[in-house]
């Protein structure tokens, strides 16, 4: 019988692993439906860490919809740690759901969101420990149709060997039209089998089939071609845009777990897609148009979810979140409903603004105030130009040393290092910046115990933005630009003692390159390192950079290209991206004109409000900017804990 | 100057509620700091009155007592919560229950008389009980008389401070092997030492003493913990809680 739980079988592994909190399941909120009740089997997994992977929006709202259907039910799993990974092979244990303990293979549909790249080696674990085959072609109607999503999805073509299907943009509506196909498929008998419901998921508006998209190479090893081989899919696949958020208030019913995770609170998101146009920032390219959710919409999701989850704290979550157009007023009424509670309420990273501090001390006026952190990605003006993020950096260092002049003592600050056009004085410019903010801040605070904290990480061109054309830096690069940071920020110990450097290493960034703008050839790279032992690429306690190398050594030079040539080669303007046949809505001429104004340093303006400067979206998708302010405001409310 | 919270401070603790409660299921493997956390929040949902300490991130007053390791199930464990308006202990255990999860049960709640004591100074020892699968009963019962007769069982445990050597035999009270045929009980009665001696180093020394080899991982409970008394039996910690709560309603029927 299928479905049946694996949980005896399981538990006296449980006793031997560690952290087993984070297999058994029973999260607050967590729903348990009967197999046999529905039609259609959901596994939904998060391919990283229990810890990493709960907190996930993504994962919870497609989680939630899928089992408000009365035919459907999902339940979820995450990547296995080696230690239960290896107990479980050798106790014939598959890959299990956290939710009823099912078999991964038993499903109908295994739907894997990638947020990032690093975690395709995880899918491979998680498939070979199913018990379901690697590869998409030795599948049979038995097996469930593996769905990659999430941001990564934009370009699948590296693990397009390993998945069924990928799904572009929005999951919410796209899993319900899913779902429609598969029960139809199912009740008629499956005809046709496997491969016949593989070719009606892909007539689903934004759901890709590679193995119905064959391509070919060059000679200089570039794609000649990307050709459908039959005639009723579509010949380049468009993303799905959910618009009216409101109609969407998910997650409704956040889960909660017992093991401890790396997001300790709620989060409400206030507004999906970025016009912002900055130009390393693949999130805001592919997510357009600006989709708000209204004041009270917000405010109401905000009140259910502290009172379904018991946390203290909600973030306020989007890419750019003073952007709302009713922000100010949000922050005040939010702060108002929630004082003498004990509930704190965030906003993630922001932009360098001086409103974005007076939003900030709203929120935190019934709290502490330890840390801030803005983001001016770039050291210097010149490349604050180059990447669309511009702000002086007068009003840079006037805006962090207000913000320690309203008594936050700790401002972090992010950066990006390896930027197209970037130079050694471009990334040195940041110690200078982090000197005159420790400065001005000792002065306009009065006190010597204020911080600043930089961290930086190296940038990777991501496909759909005008940087897909960059050449990556490459690791040895960034190590050495970073060495020469670290050795500018300690120059004055007097200073150098307030700053605090946090950084990456090149090395992984050079992996996710590969991954990010890699094609089909790029599968066999990954192929490799998971069988030599890879797996949770975004550890750095299992990361292996040599084990990378050696298998892109082996398996990229006989089909005539390497890691270079992914990576810190430059594209030319008419060459075939391996996305190309996949359609962010965003106009390739358009983000080559973007490219090209990126290299000689001109800017571009929000278009929420400046006139549509004709990135193609809008137009492709028939969707449109939904802002506010609605004039509405938030209802008084009795909340928790008052 | 750093800023200070502004406003009056929080209002002080006016009652103290002792809570016994279960972990059982599933959440046994869940961790002391997981159950702390669990417990906070399920404060929260069920609306508990709870009273926090000052300052700019404030905690709620909740002192935990003796917690079970992960992977041990309890019947009793204890924690004392500190409320900011009075609740009658019954409602606070329904309310509490029905928050948390299921297997984390709250089968106890009685408020704490004044002047009693801690509810730590209460518990000395605990109960255990060991369920061993895949072994006989007879190889139990040997090997516990052969643990008995010793004066000292040394065993490796690990600590935090990597592996230190403790004497098993001198915290334990009272061992016994019952069960049926395939699977072996044990029961301990464990007094509290530093470090502490857990079901899983008492195993330890039975396989020193007598070379017994689960072969499945076991399953122990925490049965009762409390004060070791002279007759070998742990008593009720929330006992002279209750009985004074009695004492005082008795005073009250007869005036």
Not at chain 1, 542 to 562: C, I, K, M, N
């Amino acid at each position: 019988m299928s479905g049946e739980t694996l949980y005896p079988r399981l538990e006296p592994l449980l006793a031997q692993v560690q952290k087993p909190i984070q297999y058994v399941g029973g999260e607050l909120n967590a729903q348990v439906k009967a197999w046999d009740d529905v039609a259609v089997h959901w596994a939904l997994m998060y391919p990283d860490a229990y810890e990493v992977g709960l907190p996930n929006q993504g994962l919870m709202i497609l989680y939630e919809v899928l089992n408000e259907r009365d035919d459907a039910l999902a339940e979820r799993t995450y990547a296995v740690w080696p230690d239960l990974a290896a107990l479980m092979r050798e106790h014939g244990v598959g890959q299990f759901t956290v939710d009823a303990h099912r078999p991964v293979a038993d499903f109908d549909l295994l739907g894997v969101s990638f947020a990032t790249e690093l975690g395709y080696t995880n899918l491979l674990e998680a498939l070979d420990l199913a018990g379901v085959p690697l590869h998409a072609v030795d599948r049979d109607a038995s097996h469930p149709v593996v769905v990659a999503g999430g941001h990564a999805a934009f370009n699948p073509e590296p693990i397009a060997d390993f998945v069924d299907c990928a799904v572009l943009g929005d999951g919410e509506q796209v899993v319900g039209d899913i779902t429609d196909v598969v029960r139809a498929w199912k009740e008629q008998g499956r005809p046709g089998g496997r491969e016949e419901l593989l070719a009606r998921l892909a007539r689903v508006e934004g759901v890709y089939v590679p193995r119905f998209y064959a391509v070919s190479y060059g000679p200089d090893g570039a794609i000649a071609a990307v050709t459908r081989t039959r005639d009723d899919v579509p010949a380049r696949v468009g993303k799905r845009t959910v618009m009216d958020l409101d109609e969407w208030p998910y997650p409704k019913q956040p889960l909660v777990p017992m093991a401890e995770s790396v997001h300790e609170r709620m989060s409400v998101e206030i507004f999906r897609g970025c016009t912002r146009g900055c130009r390393f920032c693949q999130a805001g390219m592919i997510t357009r148009p600006v989709r708000e959710r209204t004041i009270t919409g917000i405010g109401s999701m905000v009140d259910q979810g502290l009172r379904a989850t018991g946390y203290e704290e909600v973030g306020l979550l989007s890419l750019s979140s003073a952007d709302h157009s009713e922000i100010g007023q949000l922050a005040k009424e939010l702060a108002d409903r929630y004082e003498g509670t004990n509930t704190g309420l965030s906003l993630p990273s922001t932009r360098v603004d001086a409103f974005n501090v007076t939003l900030a001390n709203e929120l935190s006026r019934n709290g502490r105030r330890s840390g801030l952190t803005f983001a001016p990605e770039g050291g210097s003006e010149r490349i604050r130009r180059v990447i669309n993020k511009t702000v002086s950096k007068d009003d840079l260092v006037r805006t962090v040393t207000t913000a320690y002049a309203n008594g936050w003592q700790q401002v972090k600050l992010y950066f990006m290092c390896g930027l197209p056009t970037e130079t050694d004085e471009d990334v040195l410019e940041i110690a200078d910046l982090a000197v005159e903010v420790i400065r001005a801040g000792r002065a306009a605070s009065g006190r010597k115990d204020i911080r600043c904290t930089v961290s930086i990480g190296g940038f990777v061109p991501k496909p759909h933005t005008p940087f897909q054309w960059a050449g990556q830096a490459s690791a040895e690069t960034i190590d050495s630009r970073l060495r020469l940071l670290r050795q500018a920020i300690n120059a004055d110990r007097r200073i150098g003692r307030s700053i605090g450097l946090r950084y990456h290493d090149g090395e992984p960034g050079i992996v996710e390159g590969l991954l990010s703008r890699g094609d089909r050839r790029v599968g066999r790279v990954v192929e490799r390192v998971w069988r030599e032992g890879g797996r949770f690429d975004g550890w750095s306690e299992h990361f292996s950079y040599e084990r990378w190398t050696a298998a892109a050594a082996a398996e990229l030079p006989p089909l005539g290209v390497d890691l270079d040539w992914y990576t810190t080669r430059e594209r030319i303007e008419h060459e075939v991206l391996p996305w190309d046949h996949l359609d962010s809505g965003l106009d390739k001429e358009w983000l080559w004109d973007d490219w090209q104004d990126a290299l000689s340093e001109e800017e571009v303006a929000d278009c929420r409000w400046t006139p549509c400067y004709d990135c193609g979206v809008c137009p492709t998708n028939g969707t449109e900017i939904q802002i506010g302010p609605t004039g509405r405001s938030l209802l008084p409310l009795t909340v928790v804990g008052r | 100057m750093a800023r200070q919270p502004t406003g009056p401070p929080p209002p002080p603790t006016v009652q103290r509620l002792r809570l016994r409660y279960t972990k059982r299921g599933p959440l046994r493997f869940a961790s002391h700091r997981d159950l702390a956390r669990a417990l906070e929040r399920a404060l929260r949902r069920a609306r508990v009155p709870m009273a926090f300490s000052a300052g700019f991130s404030p905690h709620p007053k909740i002192s935990y007592v003796g917690a079970a390791p992960t992977g041990a199930a309890s019947e009793a464990e204890y924690v004392e919560i500190g409320l900011a308006e009075v609740r009658d202990p019954d409602e606070v255990r329904a309310a509490l229950d029905a928050s948390l999860p299921p297997g984390v049960d709250v089968l106890e709640c009685v408020e704490a008389a004044e002047g009693g004591g801690s509810l730590a100074d209460r518990i000395d020892a605990a109960a255990w009980r060991v369920e061993l699968p895949g072994v006989e009963p007879e190889d139990l019962a040997a090997a516990v008389a052969a643990f008995l007769a010793r004066e000292e069982v040394t065993v490796a445990k690990r600590t935090k401070n990597g592996l230190r050597d403790v004497d098993a035999r001198a915290a334990v009270a009272a061992a016994s092997a019952g069960g049926t045929a395939g699977c072996a009980i044990l029961s301990l009665v464990v007094r509290q030492v530093t470090p502490a001696v857990r079901p899983d180093d008492v195993l330890a020394a039975l396989t020193a003493v007598a070379d017994l080899r689960p072969p499945l991982p076991p399953r122990a409970v925490r049965e009762a913990q409390g004060r070791l008394d002279d007759s070998g039996t742990v008593a009720d910690p929330l006992g002279p809680d209750r009985a004074a709560r009695a004492r005082c309603q008795g005073e009250r029927a007869t005036v």
